[in-house]
């Protein structure tokens, strides 16, 4: 696999939604982000970037899978919708706070890559996710760190 431009790591909770629903989908939106770094990091991505889907308060949680983007940011349409989880009342549709980007399924890990595994991965020290306080739920991954992820996640030898 060549590797994008940037990579990423993208968190969900698997009662929301899991890489097994992306394979089955084959693509999806990566709507309800609400934290504004989360979401400055979604408008830096481009197609054809590469992302791990992450499996949060998991267990455990792990990365579990491999997504590339295929549409860039744009506003998240949840946010306008009254009685949605997601709504937000102060955004406006000529100035949205809150953007989503689509996603196509690339591959599910063989193996889980859990965040006690990344914590002792010569490597991944510096991985935000593996950093106390500093986990949004979209965050840059290195090219390097996410070819250690994929080989841990593919049974490669460690």
């Not at 579990?64 to 949840?78: S, T």
């Not at 919708?81 to 997601?86: C, L, N, V």
């Not at 739920?137 to 250690?148: A, H, I, R, W």
């Amino acid at each position: 696999m060549t590797l994008a431009k940037r990579c990423w790591l993208m968190k969900c909770e698997p009662g929301a939604y899991t890489i097994d629903a992306l394979a089955r989908d084959g693509t999806t939106s990566w709507e309800g982000v609400r934290n504004f770094q989360a979401r400055n990091f979604l408008r830096e991505m481009r197609v054809a970037d590469l992302a791990l889907f992450y499996a949060s308060n998991a267990d455990p949680s792990a990365a579990v899978g491999v997504m590339e983007i295929i549409r860039e940011a744009y506003p998240d349409p949840l946010q306008f919708e009254k009685g949605h989880e997601y709504h937000d009342p102060t955004s406006r549709k000529e100035k949205p706070k809150w953007y989503t980007v689509d996603l196509r399924f690339v591959e599910k890990l063989r193996e889980i890559v859990s965040l006690e595994t990344m914590k002792r991965t010569p490597g991944l020290q510096q991985m935000m996710v593996v950093q106390p306080g500093r986990r949004p739920s979209v965050q840059p991954v290195t090219k390097e760190e996410f070819e250690v992820v994929l080989k841990l996640g593919r049974g490669a030898q460690r």
